[in-house]
């Protein structure tokens, strides 16, 4: 007979040593983020059979206005065993603990593949005029363990967060991934990855180089000149950035857990920065996070060359997947997201479908006042 999953809060030292024990785990998992989220109260969780820690998990808590009740948040976890039959095994107790401590509802996005398309078949969809989407592609593969996730939450009354147009303000759903192993799990070469990717960004990689864009990793000394071309690139593309306090507080975190755990990567032509971006690696997967460009000087191509660097970078330590992160699931041409696909695309790699993001309302009634504070903030 199989003991019995218990669970309790565990240090950030025992997180941290399990996450560093598996192949990879999300970086919104490891404990460092607790600290870049300061906004929000945090606890590391811990699933135990009998005195083995067999899960962990990082638990965001954010408190509804003028009550003592929050959302229990697990971004892009729990790191369990999602393989299993058994899922309520996991969950329940993890429900049990939550509620104690005054969570009127769990979001949790579990780490888990639903379907891959690969690039030509995402490229071919824009084309169409009768594709909207990537779900009208039939997918390169359907995972059994994705399906059989989503029918055990369904069943245990978890609710689906549709992303909706465009971005969500959670995790996204859909992202663009370039793998670096192959089918066997042997290391991609450097040239393999190139022929990969379409003539285009073969033909911009080349364009840096030969222009002399020179590439370097920076330290928290050049954040400065990264959130002032970031800033620059955010009033050019219409979004909000973040405050530089956001990236110093991010990089000193993830970097006090690991040096190579987040990277600033720095594009310079003649002197001029034309492309920054952070990069983070947990074990052998390894993430595009931020980036940003020059609206002078794009003819160099420094985005491409910044981003070639850190794809040998993630080679050269091992990773498994090189993750460039969200994309929209639209595919319609005159949708203004598609640039963005349209560039992860040329990368040659794959759009990866994620289960997504699901609640579990525990006070049904705070739950649906929360649906309509959220939609009214919309």
């Not at 084309?127 to 059994?144: K, T, W």
């Not at 370039?178 to 080349?206: C, F, H, S, Y």
């Not at 994309?327 to 794959?350: A, M, N, Y």
Request: no cysteine.
């Amino acid at each position: 007979m199989t003991t019995p999953l218990s669970l309790r809060p565990i240090s950030a030292q025992e997180h941290r040593d399990f996450v560093a024990q598996r192949s990879s785990a999300s970086f919104l998992q490891t404990p460092a983020w607790a600290a870049v989220k300061s906004e929000w109260r945090s606890e590391s969780i811990g699933w135990h059979r009998g005195s083995e820690l067999v899960g962990v998990g990082l638990v965001l808590y954010r408190q509804l206005p003028k009550v003592k009740r929050y959302l229990a948040y697990l971004p892009e976890g729990p790191v369990i065993d999602w393989s299993g039959d058994d899922l309520e095994a996991w969950l329940a107790p993890m429900v049990t603990h939550l509620k104690k401590q005054g969570a009127f509802a769990v979001r949790m996005g579990p780490p888990v593949v639903t379907r891959r398309w690969s690039a030509d078949q995402v490229k071919a969809g824009i084309a169409d005029a009768s594709v909207r989407s990537v779900g009208d592609v039939p997918p390169l593969e359907r995972s059994q363990d994705g399906a059989r996730v989503i029918a055990q939450l369904h069943e245990l009354g978890w609710q689906h967060q549709a992303a909706g147009g465009g971005f969500s303000a959670g995790q996204p759903q859909f992202n663009f991934q370039i793998p670096l192993v192959d089918a066997e799990g042997a290391p991609r070469t450097e040239d393999d990855v190139l022929k990969g990717m379409n003539q285009l960004w073969r033909r911009n990689i080349k364009k840096a180089d030969k222009s002399g864009v020179e590439v370097v990793r920076g330290d928290a000394t050049d954040l400065k000149a990264f959130h002032d071309l970031y800033a620059h690139t955010a009033e050019r593309d219409h979004f909000t950035p973040r405050p530089l306090s956001y990236f110093e507080t991010m990089y000193d975190a993830l970097g006090a857990e690991d040096p190579d755990r987040i990277q600033l990567w720095l594009a310079r032509h003649e002197g001029d920065l034309v492309a920054a971006t952070i990069a983070i690696r947990v074990g052998t997967h390894a993430w595009y996070s931020y980036g940003a460009s020059s609206t002078e000087k794009r003819d160099v191509r420094g985005s491409n060359g910044v981003q070639w660097a850190m794809i040998r970078h993630a080679l050269e330590a091992g990773a498994h997947v090189y993750d460039l992160r969200g994309i929209t699931e639209t595919l319609d041409s005159d949708d203004p997201h598609v640039g963005l696909i349209q560039f992860k695309v040329g990368t040659g790699g794959q759009a990866v479908e994620y289960a997504g993001e699901w609640d579990l309302p525990i006070n049904r009634a705070i739950y649906k006042a929360f649906q309509l504070y959220l939609a009214r903030r919309a």
